[in-house]
């Protein structure tokens, strides 16, 4: 079994910033990526930023350069760090392994619920 939970979120300011965090339990043998993505009403789900298992770094260009995404190992935790932030960037923030491998699985994607980034103007 698998977990994904993410927290964080909140209301903010625009130019202020948010660190969200991801923490990831259960019997992961390897993953391609950890992940956050984000959707905000009437839109699709969007990546934000992405951090694969051999530690490359990937960011939406809407994002670059305000947004950074990093891993603790030992702790099984992804953060978000995001600074500057616009009232654009107001969304249900979702974390995921992305194709994981559990025993007993077939490989596949694991999410959390999503934590809410409310950014005022």
């Known amino acids: 079994q698998v977990h994904v939970v993410e927290s964080g979120g909140g209301l903010v300011q625009a130019g202020g910033s948010l660190r969200l965090t991801c923490t990831v339990s259960?019997?992961?043998?390897?993953?391609?990526?950890m992940g956050w993505y984000r959707q905000a009403p009437g839109n699709q789900r969007e990546p934000v930023a992405g951090?694969?298992?051999?530690?490359?770094?990937t960011y939406a260009g809407s994002v670059k350069g305000r947004f950074t995404i990093s891993r603790d190992n030992a702790k099984n935790t992804v953060y978000l760090q995001m600074n500057s932030l616009k009232p654009e960037d107001t969304a249900v923030y979702y974390c995921?392994?992305?194709?994981?491998?559990?025993?007993?699985?077939?490989?596949?994607?694991?999410w959390g619920q999503g934590t809410q980034v409310t950014v005022s103007s």
């Open positions: 995921g392994i992305i194709r994981a491998d559990v025993p007993g699985s077939d490989r596949r994607d694991y």
């Open positions: 259960g019997n992961i043998v390897s993953f391609n990526a």
């Open positions: 951090l694969t298992s051999g530690g490359i770094t």
